[in-house]
Nanobody, 117 residues
């Protein structure tokens, strides 16, 4: 069982930056693949970044070069550094943990990111 708590959201102007954090409570954090998703109003939840337990990362084209996911296994925390933010990055950002062997998966409660002037 893993409990996830996101933080770091807020209001930022276009072109600005934010860093989201997701703190995990539970055991064996290093054996979870971690994702960040976002959901804009009226739209489906979409994957914006993945970091595997090995440290390998992956991004969709929409955020590649602007977002960076990282993890600190000693702190049981995953981060999402978001630069050059645009209004279409607005949404609720969710942290997601997936057990490397499959089966178990957990969601955080989400943190709101609003990009607006």
């Amino acid at each position: 069982q893993v409990q996830l708590v996101e933080s770091g959201g807020g209001l930022v102007q276009p072109g600005g930056s934010l860093r989201l954090s997701c703190a995990a409570a539970g055991n064996s954090f290093n054996l979870y693949n971690m994702d960040w998703y976002r959901q804009a109003p009226g739209k489906q939840r979409e994957l914006v970044a993945t970091i595997l337990s090995s440290g390998t990362t992956n991004y969709p084209d929409s955020v590649k070069g602007r977002f960076t996911i990282s993890r600190d296994n000693a702190k049981n925390t995953v981060y999402l550094q978001m630069n050059s933010l645009r209004p279409d990055d607005t949404g609720v950002y969710y942290c997601h943990a997936r057990w490397v062997a499959g089966g178990s998966a957990y969601w955080g409660q989400g943190t709101q990111v609003t990009v607006s002037s």
